[in-house]
């Protein structure tokens, strides 16, 4: 996570320090800046880590970090982790983006580095129960309808039990308020296959990574080429492509510009793997003497899918010069250690 810390006074900078030190002995990648007379301008400063940080912590008012945020707004599914911080490091403020942004766990970690408290003001946190969005992020899940959140915090938070219904196998126990759901009604599903959104009450669908994707493509393929063949073979198969949790190909594809700019625009996770790895891969359905020929082995997209394991869920599928298969690993919905 890259973190803007700003500070405004010598003892705001001192804090800034430990805090930044801190952070980055838990892996973060923090940047401390000088803000206020003879510092930076506070509105470019906010401009730059907004939409290039994953958290700003302010530490100075609160009304500063407010008023220097307010322009930029718009959700709290894509807006950064937003915290205040009083100069002597008593109180931690997550003031936006809770859940998803992880606001209120990054409050928690700064509070115990600076020696203060977490004033967490979000009703579920308040409460102690189950925050469906902020576990589903801990997890990789996507939110595939945000605005059912609310439903399910608001049914947590009236007393009323969250029906749940996942086409996973469940590891541990299910938080407070949650139950399984029987056939028919439920609020809160977890699944990869895309979910008909119709005008009654929809529950909350969470996908899981739960998906890998094989590719294959000819030289010079563009990104758009292959996102097309990605968001077609997905929805053939009725897939969700947002349950995608990774590319396999060839090593021959290693440096293919296309292939890797569509990884990068998707937030996928390239994996490379020789034709004697691929060969070895079992599962697979579709073989090719040509592809044999040029590339070593009778099948890319394929193999690649199964190279971590699972089983086939589209076979190979072939889209103007790129090939896609995709494959169902083995997933578990993980509530280990969920209290709440």
């Known amino acids: 996570m890259k973190i803007g810390l700003v500070a405004f006074t010598d003892r ?94 990054l409050a928690r970690r700064a509070a115990a580095l600076c020696g203060g408290q977490a004033v967490v003001t979000t009703a579920t946190d308040g409460r102690g129960l189950f925050a469906a969005d902020s576990w589903a992020k801990k997890r990789g899940m996507t939110i595939l309808n945000p605005q059912a959140v609310k439903t399910v915090s608001a049914r947590l938070l009236a007393g009323k039990s969250v029906l749940l219904r996942s086409d996973f196998p469940l590891r541990g126990s299910l938080p407070q308020g949650l139950s399984l759901a029987p056939e028919g009604e439920c609020h809160l599903l977890i699944s990869d296959r895309v979910v008909e959104q119709t005008d009654s009450p929809s529950p909350l669908v969470l996908a899981p990574p739960s998906l890998s994707v094989g590719i294959g493509c000819r030289r010079g393929v563009s990104a758009e080429q292959i996102e097309a063949a990605f968001l077609g073979a997905f929805a053939q198969a009725g897939l969700a492509p947002q349950s995608a949790a990774w590319v396999g190909s060839v090593d021959l594809k290693a440096q293919e510009p296309g292939l890797l700019a569509f990884c990068s625009a998707r937030g996928l996770e390239p994996r490379f793997y020789s034709p004697e790895e691929l060969a070895r891969v079992e599962g697979s359905r579709a073989s090719s003497d040509f592809v044999q020929t040029i590339v070593g082995v009778d099948n890319v997209c394929e193999r690649a899918a199964l190279a971590q394991g699972g089983r086939l869920v589209l076979g190979k599928q072939v889209r103007k010069g790129v090939t896609v298969a995709i494959a169902r690993r083995p997933y578990f919905v993980d509530f280990e250690g969920e209290t709440r």
């Open 12 to 105: 705001g900078m001192e804090l800034g320090r430990r805090l930044a030190q801190g952070l980055e002995a838990q892996g973060e990648l923090c940047v401390l800046d000088r803000g206020g007379k003879g510092g930076v301008s506070l509105a470019h400063w906010t401009d730059a880590h907004f939409l290039h940080s994953q958290a700003l912590i302010y530490i100075g008012a609160a009304g500063i970090a407010v008023r220097a945020v307010a322009p930029w707004v718009k959700s709290k599914m894509t807006d950064p982790a937003v915290l205040c911080c009083d100069e002597n490091g008593r109180y931690v403020i997550p003031l936006l983006s809770g859940h998803v942004g992880g606001a209120n766990d």
